[in-house]
């Protein structure tokens, strides 16, 4: 059975850092682009970042660019985030998502495959 379990969240002070991580199990893990999307309360799940199966060239969005760092290790099945001068308004539930490899790399939720469960993130000012 596909899964995806994250783990790294917590609660930190405007301005840390924290590292995200998400473990892939029952899937192909080098056959699949891999992604982090947040959401926050009362709000639509958002793209954060995502990177192709072969680790290449990354995609980030606006609000993360020279914060955020994705990365992944095909070999452990475990794709990261590092996020850095972390800020309130980063605080989210955030998800790891795999999508097929046979596609271009996407920012859309909806061309996403697996999901994890979440992990919470909550930035204090």
């Known amino acids: 059975q596909e899964q995806l379990v994250e783990s790294g969240g917590g609660l930190v002070q405007a301005g840390g850092s924290l590292r995200l991580s998400c473990t892939a199990s029952g899937l192909s893990f080098s056959f699949f682009h891999m992604g982090w999307f947040r959401q926050a309360p009362g709000k639509e799940r958002e793209f954060v970042a995502a990177i192709p199966w072969s680790g290449g060239s990354a995609d980030y969005a606006d609000s993360v660019k020279g914060r955020f760092t994705i990365s992944r290790d095909n070999a452990k099945n475990t794709v990261y985030l590092q996020m850095n001068s972390l800020k309130p308004e980063d605080t989210a539930v955030y998800y790891c998502?795999?999508?097929?490899?046979?596609?271009?790399?996407?920012?859309?939720?909806?061309?996403?495959?697996?999901w994890g469960q979440g992990t919470q993130v909550t930035v204090s000012s």
């Open positions: 998502a795999a999508a097929a490899r046979a596609f271009p790399l996407t920012t859309r939720p909806k061309n996403y495959n697996y």
